[in-house]
């Protein structure tokens, strides 16, 4: 049974940094992709990054493709999201989740199946 747990949310200011974490368990390969997504009250939950397997590719939604980098650590089933320069809209519960194939830009919403409980992210104006 995969689980995901994320960590690092917490409150920043207005152009401030954040740094979360996805700790996965339970993986039977560790060469799978991973995602990035957020959701904020009353709000579709919304794409932010993906990275692939190998750490090779990587990609970014349009409204954050300037301010956030995705990485994976070389050696544990770990991923992160650097966030930058954040914004008051920026503001909403940010999960990870493992893809269920390779990562490119036809990579959707339904391309994930297991799914972290998500972090709180709040930004201050």
């Known amino acids: 049974q995969v689980q995901l747990v994320e960590s690092g949310g917490g409150m920043v200011q207005t152009g401030g940094s954040l740094r979360l974490s996805c700790a996965a368990s339970g993986l039977t390969f560790s060469n799978v992709g991973m995602g990035w997504f957020r959701q904020a009250p009353g709000k579709e939950r919304e794409f932010v990054a993906a990275?692939?397997?190998?750490?090779?590719?990587?990609l970014s939604g349009d409204s954050v493709q300037d301010r956030v980098i995705i990485a994976r650590d070389r050696a544990k089933p770990i991923v992160f999201l650097q966030m930058n320069a954040l914004k008051p809209e920026d503001s909403a519960v940010y999960y990870c989740a493992t893809a269920r194939r390779y990562i490119d830009v036809s990579t959707s919403i339904e391309d994930f199946d297991v799914w972290g409980q998500g972090a709180q992210v709040t930004v201050s104006s």
């Open positions: 990275i692939s397997g190998n750490g090779a590719s990587e």
